[in-house]
């Protein structure tokens, strides 16, 4: 009777997960390297022709915000500046599906009320709040300063339910001094369980971001997402912080567990002094082999002003995803 009960869950849950994710999610039972692990995560499997739907992120513009939570060098002149409400209004006017609102270019005392303006301009220009990203490290040792990482992430769960946003990016971290890369990665996946046991409830996605640190490779970015027992757990795959000698490679690899996905216009291999040009029609055939459903976020960081760059790459990953 357990074993029949345990089927029937495990499959209702893949069918109404693939129905409610806006981010093109799936998970749910499997096993990791260690063993058999209730609700570890799977490589995705969705139902349907892939779907890639265009996204910005408020970082690629991360100058020009009025507001701000960290110091920034080179804050663009006061008549250049924007608010979160301008950049959706950017978004729409670019022709983008979604617009991925990064959480430290909210106003530092940030209120729900604001929040549901967010929301009300985004349905207004016809434009998904695709996720948010937050900036928080989960290897802390226990402790105050940890507490307070974890509280952080659940209060921007708590932000991005109030906005509709249905997935947010996760940093891992880093080796504490004195500490251990075991140990690092087992209080990530520990902090991971307790943050997505609650965004859960909001029916939002956690994607760890290959983010240096511990996740620098492939291997630990999958090692911990496999470990973490939850369905709402996947990879917010950044195609641009690959840096091994095959950086395509490093992206096959971690797309089946993709729950978003951040573009860059440039990578850098291993041993190179300099970046080179993303292939954008070699990303989007991965994320079409994979069958990848959900946003695909340009998140820009090259020197050139947003204001030229943007649009253009926005243009060439219109045209990518057509052919």
Known sequence: MRRNLNHTMNTMTRRDFLKLSGAGAAAGFGTCSTGPRALAIEPIRRSGPPKLRLSLAAYSFREFFKDASHARKNLADPAKQIDMFQFIDYCADQGCEGAELTSYYFPKDVTDDYLRLVRARAAKRGVAVSGTSVGNTFTLPKGEKRDKQIADVKQWIDRAAVMG???????????????????????????????????????IYLGIENHGGI???????LEIVRAVKSRWCGVNLDTGNFHGEDPYAEMARCAPYSVNVQVKAEIKRKGAKEGEPSDLARIVKMLRDVNYQGFVALEYESKEDPYTGVPRLLKQMKAAFKS
């Open 165 to 203: 946003a249905p997935h947010i990016r996760v940093f891992a971290g880093s080796v504490p001094k004195g500490g251990n890369a075991a140990e690092a990665t087992r209080l990530c996946i520990e902090a991971m369980e307790e943050c997505c046991d609650y965004a859960g409830k909001k029916q």
């Open 215 to 221: 996740v620098a490779e492939p291997e630990g970015l």
